[in-house]
């Protein structure tokens, strides 16, 4: 098993910035990508970013391209979500997922934390 454990949500004014770190335990050896996904109250889960563990190769999605960058520190076994220039749409509990590819989600998850963005 894979042991996620996500950190650095909170409530930042629109514009504002925040750092989101997953720290990953356990069998890390079995997956390959690391996801962030989110939900906002009554809305489906959606894909933010993920990042390779090996290349170092990076997706996002369209609406925090230019925003969101995620990196990883591989000795740590840690991802990390730095989010600039926050809207109020960004509101949402932030979840890290480990997967086998980018933007479909594998079976282990964190607990999420909340990030919430007043305007």
């Known amino acids: 098993q894979v042991q996620l454990v996500e950190s650095g949500g909170g409530l930042v004014q629109a514009g504002g910035s925040l750092r989101l770190s997953c720290a990953a335990s356990?069998?890390?050896?079995?997956?390959?990508?690391i996801n962030w996904f989110r939900q906002a109250p009554g809305k489906e889960r959606e894909f933010v970013a993920a990042?390779?563990?090996?290349?170092?190769?990076?997706s996002y999605a369209n609406s925090v391209k230019g925003r969101f960058t995620i990196s990883r520190d591989n000795a740590k076994n840690t991802v990390y979500l730095q989010m600039n220039s926050l809207k109020s749409e960004d509101t949402a509990v932030y979840y890290c997922?480990?997967?086998?590819?980018?933007?479909?989600?594998?079976?282990?998850w964190g607990q999420g934390t909340q990030v919430t963005v007043s305007s």
């Open positions: 997922n480990v997967a086998l590819q980018f933007a479909t989600p594998g079976a282990y």
């Open positions: 990042i390779s563990r090996s290349s170092g190769s990076t």
């Open positions: 356990g069998r890390t050896f079995s997956y390959s990508v």
